[in-house]
Structure formats: C-alpha cells, structure tokens
C-alpha cells in the first residue's frame, strides 16, 4: 500500500517546532513541500536538509484548485515507489486543502496516510491581532470563499492570500459586502521575529507589499448595522425589530390578511419597472416585494407558525426535487421535457388519486387568473378545443349573446352573458400562450399614458374637459396614440 506522512511545519521559526518533528523531517529520505517558502525549510537547508518542492506546479496552472489536485496526483503516483512524506505549512488540518484530498484518496482506499500536527498559524494570529475567538470567527481560503460565505457580524480570517492577483480577488469579493474603506488588517509571518501588522482600507488590499506564503487577511466584524445592509440576516433584524414590542406599531398590527393588498400592489409594481426595463425600478420594486416576505414570515414566526427557515426549506427542497437533471443524473433535451418532468414531479408530489381537477386553482384577489387557471387545468384531463378555432366560435357565439341580452334581458341577464364572454376571451388568450393578467395590465397602463396625455392637452388648453366636444377629444385621444407609438419604436 502507497504510505503517505504528513507533517506539519507550524507556523513560526525551526526553534518553535517540536523536537520530535524536528527528528522526523530531519530523518526523512524522501521529502516533498507543498512550497519551500516557509521559515523552518530555510533554516533546515542551512542544515543540510534536502527536499523536492511543488512551487514550480503553482506557475503551470491559473487556478489554485488545479495547483492543489495535481500535487495531490503526484504525490499518489511518488508514493507507488516507496513511502514518502509531505510537509506542509502550518497543521496538516488546518486550511489545507491537499491534505483534504489526501484524505479523500485514503477513504477510497488508495493510500495509507499519516498525519502529524505542527502548530497552526490561528494561534499566533490570534495573540497578533488579540482577539477572542469564542467571539465567533471564520477562516476562509482565499483562492476559492464566495461572497455568501462571509457573515459580516464575525472575526473574518482569509488564508492563503499569496500575491497581488489573490488579494485582488478576496478584495473584489469583499468589496461586494463591504464598503470600499472598510478597515482590514494584513498579517505577515505571525508569531514569528518577522511579525508584521498592517491596516489599511479594502480598496488599498492588494496594494500592499507584505504578500507572500505567510500572509493572512482579517476583517474585523462590522458592528453597525447601517454597514451591513447587504447581508440576509441584517433585512431579518430589521424585519424582527419592527414586528418587536418596542418597534413600529403599524408593523405590530400587521396580519397575513391585512399585508394581502401591499403584495398584490408591489408585484405589480414590480412588473412595471420589468415592462419599462428600469433595473433602479426593478431594485427598489424587488426591495417591496421582498418587504412583503420577509413580514408574512415574521408574522408567521411571532404567531409560532412557521418560520423563514421553513419557507427556505420548502422552496429549496421542491427546486432541488424537481430539477432532477440539474442537481441528480437525469438528462433533458430542451426546456418542454423540463416542463413536462416537472409536472409528472409536481403530481407525484401532491398525489391526485382522490383530488379534484379545478382544487387549488382559485385565486382569491385575480378573477382573471382563476378562470385562466381552470381552462388550463380542465385542458390538461381533455376538457378543450381540438384548436383555437373552437374557442374563437365559442367567443362568437357567446359575443352575439351578449348583444342580445344587451337589447332585450335584464341586469343579470347581461351580467351573467358578460362573463361568459370575458371567460371565452380568456380562452382564446391561453390557446396563444398570453396571460390575460399581464394584457390588463398592459391596457390598463397604455389607457393611463394616453389619457394623461389627452389631459395635459386639455391643461394647457382650454383648461377643463367640459369646453372640448367629444371629437375634439378623440383628436387629443389619436394624438397621444401615435406619440406612444413613436416612443415605442
């Protein structure tokens, strides 16, 4: 079997390293180092010490992962032909990552691995800095931690920022959170006779000249919450805050029921800033709809219902369940086998043995939306038109009847043939795939545009509607048409 010892080369001078690493790497007839930029190998080749070094593998590849995984191939392959051991940095345990792929091959069998501990830099980094950890800290890689990873309200520890190159990339994705000023401090060789502390602002980070294999990051946590505005859990506390006994009292009083009318008006608001392609709409709107879940969830949470965390796990487990060719082994061609494995996921999910074909489909604020809900789940057990043909001389007919009732029935007559001819018209629209919600929003925003127009006609006229005759009107009518029409264009 392949036998694999690690060492860990701690994060100081040779006289801070164990007598018995000392002996051990001192014995070591087949040594390998992740990188000979390290205190211990230098004092240790003044004494004779020879060993093989990967730092040439760090110029053959533009991703550190990369770096890592053939390191990790060489040093199986290496090992084929006698035992061998590897030094690393620090402890083999401790932001690093070959050793975690070396453990990997281990579980698969495909090595025999040692592992013996050397002091980590966290230590030195934490009497550096005087911090306690217990406060709650993170340490991240700098060559692969993504802006989500970051909670701002903790001690921040970024290792591995080697160059100019990666601490422009932790800068830039820091910089996603935090403000562009914000202070972080730049620790070099820590716990050694070395050890240097620089603070500047983030936008300096990769500024500095103190960087090299013995560089960490730290960012300190951010106490005020007007300067982490960015992060999910600060919209909670704010969320939690105004709900709280001491907040706003109008949030206080706020249900499900009474929040309905702000979601509805927010949504549509929303889809203006889409319709009128305004992205600092589309933020400010996205904002207000987000307001509108965040309360319905804190509702939930104070009423002891239900929390954030069950919406999240709910939302999460459905994508996940039902995106089988994304996140599970399944292969589609195109976007309509998506949809029609999503449907067959959506039934096994809900069970449809003993449900009813039209249940769940009301929607309760969009007359609309209902009706084209039913069509759509009636069309789905055969209840439809071979062709839109049919629903057209469905709309026909049901048009003439209007008229009639129109002529000789009586209010409810009409009412009831009303709304058999905007439920066919609906019909029509779902057979072309347009939604009726969206086109009345449509129509209902162009007849806006148009008539404020036609009003400003009137201001900076005559000044009121009664001195203009109907034709006069319809001119401003066609006048604004065409302006919006140009402005489409």
Not at 391 to 403: Q, R, S, V
């Amino acid at each position: 079997m392949k036998q694999i010892t690690v060492i860990g080369l701690g994060a100081g001078e040779l006289d801070q390293l164990p007598l018995g690493l000392y002996r051990m790497l001192k014995n070591a007839t087949r040594l390998f180092v992740r990188t000979a930029e390290h205190p211990v190998l230098k004092e240790l080749q003044d004494e004779g010490l020879t060993f093989e070094s990967f730092d040439s593998v760090y110029e053959s590849h533009e991703e550190f992962e990369m770096v890592y995984k053939e390191i990790v191939e060489t040093l199986i392959l290496r090992a084929e032909e006698a035992p061998l051991f590897y030094a690393v940095p620090g402890h083999p345990l401790v932001a690093e990552q070959t050793v975690q792929w070396l453990i990997e091959a281990e579980k698969d069998g495909r090595i025999e691995l040692q592992i013996v501990g050397g002091q980590s830099f966290l230590d030195p980094i934490f009497n550096a800095l005087r911090i306690d950890p217990i406060e709650g800290f993170q340490l991240l890689d700098g060559t692969m931690f993504k802006r989500d990873d970051v909670q701002m309200k903790q001690h921040v520890l970024i290792a591995q920022v080697y160059d100019t190159y990666s601490a422009s990339e932790v800068k830039l994705t820091l910089m996603e959170k935090y403000r562009d000023d914000y202070p972080v401090t730049i620790v070099t060789a820590a716990g050694t006779s070395e050890e240097k502390l620089r603070t500047v602002p983030l936008f300096e980070l990769d500024r500095a000249a103190e960087l090299n294999n013995l560089t960490t990051v730290y960012v300190p946590p951010v106490l005020e919450m007007e300067d982490r505005l960015k992060e999910w859990s600060t919209f909670r506390e704010i969320i939690a805050k105004l709900r709280a006994p001491d907040g706003c009292p109008w949030d206080r009083e706020q249900t499900h029921e009474s929040l309905k009318k702000y979601l509805i008006e927010e949504v549509h608001e929303f889809l203006q800033a889409v319709h009128e392609q305004d992205d600092d709409g589309m933020i400010e709107e996205l904002g207000d709809v987000l307001l509108q879940v965040f309360l319905h969830a804190q509702i939930g949470e104070d009423e002891g219902y239900f929390s954030l965390e069950d919406v999240l796990d709910y939302i999460s487990s459905k994508m996940i369940h039902r995106h089988p060719h994304v996140f599970g082994e399944l292969e589609v061609e195109d976007s309509e086998e998506v949809l029609r494995n999503w449907q067959q996921l959506k039934t096994q999910e809900k069970g449809h043995a003993s449900k009813k074909v039209l249940e769940g489909q009301r929607r309760a604020e969009s007359s609309l939306l209902t009706s084209y809900n039913f069509q759509k789940a009636a069309a789905k057990v055969g209840f439809d038109w071979p062709n839109v043909e049919g629903a057209l001389e469905k709309f026909e007919e049901e048009w003439n009847e209007l008229k009639a009732e129109l002529e000789n029935g009586d209010q409810a007559s009409r009412l009831d043939e009303l709304g058999d001819v905007l439920f066919t018209i609906i019909n029509v629209a779902r057979f072309y795939g347009l939604s009726p919600e969206e086109a009345m929003i449509h129509a209902n925003r162009k007849f806006e545009t148009r008539f404020l127009e036609v009003e400003e006609s009137v201001i900076n006229g005559k000044g009121e509607f009664n001195a203009y005759s109907l034709e006069e009107l319809e001119e401003f009518w066609q006048v604004a048409k065409q302006k919006q029409r140009g402005e489409n264009e």
